[in-house]
């Protein structure tokens, strides 16, 4: 069960994996944007760290709520509800990636030349 710790800084922990989340994130991008929005994220020390990361299909399925919430999302609405559909780290084949699916509460691949958001992680 997750345990949500908002900074007031555009950043969630959750205390139950000890992982911090950006609230919100990116706008709609492509795999290769994406990549580039966390080096970004890591040149400017957002929230004076350099170590944001794509999450993991695993870690961003941490995220999914049982039921939707207020929001109309699988997701607690301590986090900003625009980034529905998020791009993991994982790989399906050389040319896409396991995006989650925040409203529909599940995940699935797609190419890499699809926009998705990101939702940036660091330990």
């Known amino acids: 069960e997750n345990d949500y710790e908002d900074h007031g800084n555009a950043t969630v922990t ?7 989340w950006q609230q919100g994130g ?4 492509d795999y290769a944007a994406a990549k580039e929005y966390v080096s970004g994220l890591n040149a400017e020390r ?3 760290h350099g170590d944001w990361r794509l999450p993991t299909v695993s870690e961003l399925m941490s ?3 049982p039921e939707k919430g207020e929001n109309d999302l699988y997701i607690d609405p301590v986090f900003d509800s625009e980034q529905r559909w998020c791009w993991s780290s994982d790989q399906h084949s050389s040319g896409s990636a396991w995006p989650v699916y925040f409203d529909y509460g599940d995940v699935n ?3 890499h030349g699809f926009d998705y958001f990101v939702r940036a992680v660091r330990p």
């Open 26 to 29: 990116s706008e709609w991008i």
């Open 109 to 111: 691949w797609s190419s």
């Open 14 to 20: 959750d205390r139950a994996t000890g992982l911090v």
């Open 63 to 65: 995220l999914l709520e």
């Open 46 to 48: 957002f929230a004076g």
